[in-house]
Structure formats: C-alpha cells, structure tokens
C-alpha cells in the first residue's frame, strides 16, 4: 500500500492584474465669500480611497479628489485666488476570475487634473485617473513530497526554490499636525496642496512589521497682505503591523493607501496649517522555501493511477530600491526678473523593455513651473525631461514580473541668465520583481493491480526528438538508472536524437528516485 507524505505550501496566487483609465467629473459652485473667477491658473490634487470592495468578476472602487483651483478674480481685485472642493467618483472594474474574500492592492494617480470656468460662479472639474489593480488569493495547498512502503516505485523529483506566503496583514495610520508657517505670515487662504509618501522602510521584529515613511506636504497660500508663500513639511507615518512568525529574513511587500486627507487653516492659529490623513497599510510577507516536488511516479510491477493539479506561485522573487539622479537644464524664455515660487515634479514610466540581463524603463518628468511677477501675478511653464532608469545584472530579465513605482526623493533649482534653469532632482524607484512558476504535482495516488510482465529480456530503442530517459524508462517498465548503467551513460540528461540505447528488463534496484 502506498503511503503519500504531504507538506503544506502557502501560496500568494496572482489572480488578475488590471490597469485602467477613470474619471472624476464635478462641478462647483464658488461660496458668496469669494470673487467671480474670471480665468483658473494652476489645477493640482490628491486622490483618496475611502472604500474598496472586491465582489465577483468585479473590484468597486469608492474615492474622491480634493481638488486645489488657484484662480485670478473677475474685478478690481488683482489678487489670485483659491478654491478647494472635492469630486466623488465611484468605478466598477470588470476582473474575470475574481471573487468575494480575494485580496485587491491598488495604487491610484492623478494623470491629470483640469478645471474649466462655467461661468463666473461655476467651475467644472475633470480628473482623469490611472489604477494599477492587483487580486491576490491567499491559499493553503498540500503537495506530496515522498513515497512510502513500495520499493519498485520509480520517482522523478525537482528541487524548487519557492517564496511561500507566511502572512498578511493591514493596519491604518492616522497622521496629523499643525504645520507652522512663516512667523511673518497671516495666513488667509490655501492656494494649492500636494501630498506623496516618501522614504519609505521597514523593519521586522518579535511577530511585527514595523512600517516606516513620511507623508510631504508642500502647500502654497497666501497671506493677509496679499503675499504668495510655500511651505514644505514632512509627517511621519509609524504603523505595526501583525504577521505571525514574520522574520527578518522575510521579502516584504508594503503598499501605502491614502483614505482620507484634511488640509485646512487652523482656526486656533493664524500662523499654521492642520493636516490629517489616514493612511491604509498592507503588508505580505513571503520566505524562500525549498520543496522536493515530485512531478511524476510509475511502477514497473504495479498499475499506477493518480491525478494532477496545477498551482501558479512565485519565486525568486527580490524587491530593489535606487536612486536616478537627473541634472539636466531646462530652458524656460522671459522668466528673467521671475520669482520662482514652486515646482511641480511628477515622474511617470512611458515604456519597459526586458532585455536578456536587464529592464530598461523610459520615463519623463513632467514638470509644472510656478512664477510670481513684481506684479504679483501668476505665470505657468511647463516643461518634460525624458531620461531612462536600467536594472541590470539579472538572471533572466525577460522572465521577470516586475512593477515599478517612482516619485521624487528631492528636488533643487537654480535660476540662470538667459532663462536657463538647472535642475537637480533625485527619483526614488521601488522595483518588485519575481517569477512565475507553474508547478504541475501529483494530486492522489492510486494501486490499480498488477503491471503486466513484459516478455522480452532486453529491447533496442532509437532515441527521438524530444525523449528523455525518464519517458523511455516509464514506457517499457524499466528504470532509468537500469538504462544508464546498461548503456554507460553518466549524464543522464543528455541523450540524442538517433542514439541506440539497450532498455533492460526491470529488475529491484537500491536507487529509485530520480532527481
């Protein structure tokens, strides 16, 4: 009676992965308390996911965009003005083979963001989005890696290198502080807001995942006196999370989910500005595992039948973080005299190409910058700066899954003579990387009486195209070690096509597992 041994395999399966185009789309009614709008200037926003809901065949997705709308008013009043409001979208995304209890990681940008003035008291706003969505499955499958109580059972067995799941979990940050502006500076409204999440990090210990980052807010406003200022400032954002046995050997993959943000004058302080932002966090860890799986069985004396099963995983799989630094100048005409009051930097990857031992990405900065004339007056240039990010000295690289996320680390300009402007930007590049494998296992093994004893002593067999001494040995009831001994091959793996191999009769050999 054959005995199966079973070992469990927690795997992290890949269900889908979608990326797609969406839209928010509002109007907004200006509040008495502000001036008509004549023209807008400048459009930026934050995008926050509040719900997210995985059901089957589908993902909906809940979120709004805090929209920041800098404007120059319709009248005497030459002084540009702000607006903020929020537009809600909802999105139903079509995911085949998704189902309720599955796991979905999104990351949201805004691609852009435009708001087109209605009339002088309406303002209509249009956001389009890029969602980048992965479904995960986290699953507990058994495998058989051994045989016991058949001497005559032949076994053919891959050792594999596995990154097995160990854990997830998720947690929620709730971030906030007062941030103080310059001491000179009565502030009267909000002008425009960014947020990202920068330097990010981890460390595991005692059962937790510490997750580490800041959240940079940079927040243009103006003052009492009609004064256009930016201030710069970073929130830590510390979060535990709970994955038993997690250790520090472990691969961890962290994403970072805005759900809400508050950016808002405080009422208690003229000289500061309240921020909160919750924060969802989820993290999964995964260990390198090595498994002896066995991919196929027979018997010469004994019929054998068993059923297979195909199970997808990951392996060698690695996460790597590098600096590009990009010092090119840009020229931008007619800003001598300019006060430069900000820039925008967004990185977005154009293309990828695996190529042999590496992945090239092509990648532009998208730049939006923010002048002041003596006048106080606002004036927009935009610019790109193509450059290309390259990992190299991989084994395989078009093989690879991977998934690269940029944003900017720092940023520094310097205004030259004849509108030159010198830019020094770092780019941070989060790369996760792995292989797919599709492992094909035997599932159930069963004895189906006797094999039919083969009358012949020895047979020749001429090799062909595509044999291997494992399919030849399993046709005729011998073995593979009793072929290499009687043909005196000493590797195994290489036989050819056109060769005369003598296949002999089984006889109960010591070895009988091939591997």
């Given at each position: 009676m054959i005995e199966a041994q079973r070992e469990n395999l927690s795997i992290n399966k890949l269900i889908a992965e979608k990326k797609e185009i969406i839209f928010a789309e509002g109007d907004m009614i200006v509040p008495d308390s502000k001036p008509d709008i004549l023209n807008t200037i400048s459009t930026s926003g934050v995008v926050s996911i509040y719900k997210k809901e995985v059901q089957s065949e589908k993902v909906r997705l809940d979120g709004t965009v805090n929209a920041y709308i800098m404007y120059m008013p319709d009248g005497a009043d030459d002084t540009v003005r702000g607006l903020n409001t929020s537009v809600d979208f909802s999105e139903n995304l079509n995911?085949?083979?998704?189902?309720?209890?599955?796991?979905?990681?999104?990351?949201?940008k805004i691609k852009s963001i435009e708001a087109k003035v209605i009339n002088g008291r309406k303002i209509g706003i249009k956001a389009t989005l890029e969602v980048n969505l992965k479904i995960y499955s986290n699953e507990e499958v058994e495998i058989i890696n051994e045989v016991?109580?058949?001497?005559?059972?032949?076994?053919?067995?891959?050792?594999?290198?596995?990154?097995?799941?160990?854990?997830t979990g998720t947690t929620k940050i709730y971030a906030k502080d007062n941030i103080q502006i310059d001491s000179m500076d009565n502030l009267a409204e909000i002008l425009q807001a960014q947020v990202c999440l920068v330097d990010k990090d981890i460390k595991i210990s005692y059962n937790k995942v510490l997750t580490k980052a800041e959240a940079e807010i940079k927040i243009m406003?103006?003052?009492?006196?009609?004064?256009?200022?930016?201030?710069?400032?970073?929130?830590?954002?510390?979060?535990?999370?709970d994955i038993a046995d997690v250790s520090e050997e472990n691969i961890c993959d962290v994403?970072?989910?805005i759900k809400n943000i508050i950016i808002k004058p405080n009422s208690q302080d003229e000289h500061s500005i309240y921020v909160e932002i919750e924060i969802e966090v989820t993290c999964c860890a995964y260990e390198e595992k090595q498994i002896n799986l066995i991919q196929d069985m027979y018997s010469p004396t004994q019929n054998l039948t068993f059923e297979k099963k195909q199970i997808t995983t990951m392996t060698n799989k690695q996460n790597v973080t590098n600096i590009k630094q990009i010092r090119e100048k840009v020229n931008l005409n007619d800003i001598q005299g300019l006060n430069l009051l900000d820039v925008e930097t967004v990185p977005t990857i154009l293309n990828e190409n695996k190529i042999n031992t590496k992945i090239m990405y092509e990648a532009e900065l998208n730049m939006k910058f923010i002048f002041e004339n003596s006048q106080?007056?606002?004036?927009?240039?935009?610019?790109?700066?193509?450059?290309?990010?390259?990992?190299?000295?991989?084994?395989?690289?078009?093989?690879?899954?991977?998934?690269?996320?940029?944003?900017?680390?720092?940023?520094?300009?310097?205004?030259?003579d004849g509108g030159d402007i010198n830019c020094n930007i770092d780019v941070q590049a989060d790369t996760s990387m792995y292989r797919t494998a599709n492992l094909n296992m035997i599932d159930s093994i069963q004895e189906d009486g006797e094999r039919e004893e083969q009358d012949y002593s020895l047979v020749i067999y001429?090799?062909?195209?595509?044999?291997?001494?494992?399919?030849?040995?399993?046709?005729?009831?011998?073995?593979?070690?009793?072929?290499?001994?009687?043909?005196?091959?000493?590797?195994?793996?290489?036989?050819?096509?056109g060769q005369k191999l003598y296949i002999p009769k089984f006889e109960k050999i010591s070895e009988k597992a091939y591997e």
């Open positions: 995911i085949p083979n998704c189902q309720e209890g599955m796991e979905a990681i999104s990351n949201i016991q109580n058949e001497e005559d059972v032949q076994i053919l067995k891959e050792d594999l290198k596995l990154n097995s799941l160990v854990g406003y103006l003052t009492e006196d009609n004064r256009i200022n930016v201030v710069t400032y970073k929130i830590p954002v510390v979060g535990f999370i994403n970072y989910e106080k007056q606002i004036n927009i240039k935009d610019a790109k700066i193509p450059f290309e990010y390259t990992i190299e000295n991989l084994q395989n690289g078009e093989m690879l899954n991977t998934n690269c996320d940029m944003g900017i680390k720092s940023q520094d300009f310097i205004i030259q001429i090799v062909k195209k595509g044999d291997t001494l494992w399919n030849i040995a399993k046709e005729f009831g011998s073995t593979v070690d009793g072929i290499a001994r009687t043909n005196g091959i000493e590797d195994r793996n290489k036989i050819y096509p």
